[in-house]
């Protein structure tokens, strides 16, 4: 069964950059019909998209983030990470990641609109001082 | 951005009675490669949200059958047939038609 953990500090100081991982076990981040993604929660704004990628290192990002954000992925380590420069209060919420898989056609031209079909458990990330 | 949303955004219903969530999209979201990316999800307190339909009407590995998707191009529904305890949660749905990805902003499903 395929899991998938993030980790990292919960605690960040404005102006800071948060960093997050996850590791992904039970299977392997290597496949092209995969993408990787991160997801965010906060009360305010509900679920949001932050960006997604492939093990080949193929990206897409929520315009809105993209300026501050970075993701990258680690296949030796079967990992993928997420790196959120100068944070604002605003960045507080649960942090998500998520793998991306086209469950009806399993095509790897269609990995990046793939469905979301299995998710961390989710990590809180405060941002204060 | 495609603006996703939903009606009701709370729902009260009765154990055992059918429920039904309406999603529209601001934007057709049949892509050019003939697909419909829009799914479902589940999110019950305390945990991560869960796939429950992928393609508009198709249920995830595990989805019990009184969970159906239907519509097209802009309007969208999830069905659930008769209610059960455990289907108390917040329903999103989410597009990936178009870059970047977005959600509605949920219904709260609540029993009465």
């Known amino acids: 069964q395929l899991q998938l953990q993030e980790s990292g500090p919960g605690l960040v100081k404005p102006s800071q950059t948060l960093s997050l991982t996850c590791t992904v076990s039970?299977?392997?981040?290597?496949?092209?019909?995969?993408?990787w993604g991160w997801i965010r929660q906060s009360p305010g704004k509900g679920l949001e998209w932050i960006a997604s990628?492939?093990?080949?290192?193929?990206?897409y990002y929520n315009p809105s983030l993209q300026s501050r954000v970075t993701v990258s992925v680690d296949t030796s380590k079967n990992q993928f990470s997420l790196r959120l420069s100068s944070v604002i209060a605003a960045d507080t919420a649960v942090y998500y990641c998520?793998?991306?898989?086209?469950?009806?056609?399993?095509?790897?031209?269609?990995?990046?609109?793939?469905?979301?079909?299995?998710w961390g458990q989710g990590t809180l990330v405060t941002v204060s001082s | 951005d495609i603006v996703m949303t939903q009606t009701p955004l709370s729902s009260p219903v009765t154990l055992g009675q059918p429920a039904s969530i309406s999603c529209r999209s601001s934007?057709?979201?049949?892509?050019?490669?003939?697909?419909?990316?829009l799914s479902w999800l589940q999110q019950r307190p305390g945990q991560p949200p869960r796939l429950l339909i992928y393609?508009?009407?198709n249920r995830f590995s595990g989805v019990p059958d009184r969970f159906s998707g239907s519509g097209a191009g802009t309007d969208f529904t999830l069905k659930i047939s008769r209610v059960e305890p455990e289907d108390v949660a917040v329903y999103y749905c989410?597009?990936?038609?178009?870059?970047?990805?977005?959600f509605g902003p949920g219904t709260r499903l609540e029993i009465k």
């Open positions: 990628l492939s093990y080949s290192g193929t990206t």
């Open positions: 039970g299977g392997s981040i290597s496949s092209d019909t995969y993408y």
């Open positions: 998520a793998r991306s898989y086209d469950v009806l056609n399993g095509y790897s031209t269609t990995a990046p609109r793939g469905d979301f079909d299995y």
């Open positions: 393609k508009i009407s």
């Open positions: 934007h057709s979201l049949v892509h050019p490669d003939g697909n419909t990316y």
């Open positions: 989410t597009q990936a038609t178009l870059f970047p990805i977005t």
